[in-house]
């Protein structure tokens, strides 16, 4: 089929047409829309998600300029900013106070934080039992501080097969098992995970923080 090019519009024309075509839903640039789209854009949402590290400060600490001037701009259009991390590794009371050390005032409920909407979630389901853990010792410190029991992790090497049988086989009668961010995560941790979620078809399997890669400042990325 021959596609014939209307030759009385502009290449600038064309080019419009290519990116924004008549579908109303079109991806849109920011930057190239008139004052008036802008102000129907903001007008169209009350409440902004907004990630942090990336978008407010890189992972280790650093600011990203600009940040807390357009936060404070989208409050003063009445814009409520929720702010969603994946990371659990820092309580949400450090996440608090690292907002404050930038000048921006956040309340610990504006905050979605893993290891909080995980806890909330167990209380809303009004769970009651024992949770293994594969997390960060201020995700475990979080449930315990909610009232949830935690089953405390075996220390030691494995070097035999008896002492992993040890380590892998128990009794304890988990309901949950959380995994999350764990610095110190080892097969013998998983391999308890499983036997647990195997040998109780009910017991829950929560999931935090999925990253395959974290970056830790600069071009470094763990």
């Not at 030759?7 to 008139?34: D, G, H, R, V």
């Not at 690292?98 to 290891?115: D, L, M």
């Not at 829950?204 to 999925?210: D, E, S, T």
Request: charged share 25%.
């Amino acid at each position: 089929m021959e596609h014939k090019v209307n030759s009385e519009k502009s290449s600038s024309e064309l080019i419009s047409e290519l990116k924004y075509p008549q579908n109303p839903n079109a991806i849109k640039y920011l930057n190239e829309l008139t004052l008036k789209q802008k102000q129907d854009f903001f007008d169209s949402f009350d409440v902004i998600l907004c990630d942090c590290d990336g978008v407010i400060w890189q992972t280790l600490h650093e600011l990203l300029p600009g940040s807390p001037e357009a936060i404070d701009y989208l409050k003063q259009q009445g814009k409520e900013v929720i702010y969603v991390t994946n990371n659990s590794i820092v309580p949400i009371d450090m996440q608090v106070k690292k907002f404050e050390r930038f000048g921006i005032e956040v309340k610990k409920h504006e905050i979605v934080h893993p290891a909080q909407t995980i806890c909330d979630h167990l209380k809303s389901i009004q769970f009651d039992g024992l949770i293994f853990c594969l997390t960060s010792e201020a995700f475990k410190s979080l449930l315990r501080d909610a009232g949830f029991d935690v089953v405390e992790e075996l220390v030691g090497y494995v070097e035999t097969l008896d002492d992993l049988r040890a380590v892998i086989n128990s009794d304890d009668p988990v309901k949950a098992v959380i995994i999350d961010v764990d610095f110190n995560l080892t097969a013998s941790k998983l391999m308890r995970a499983h036997g647990y979620l195997k040998k109780n078809p009910e017991c829950l399997f929560i999931g935090g923080a999925a990253d395959t890669l974290i970056t830790v400042g600069g071009k470094d990325v763990i």
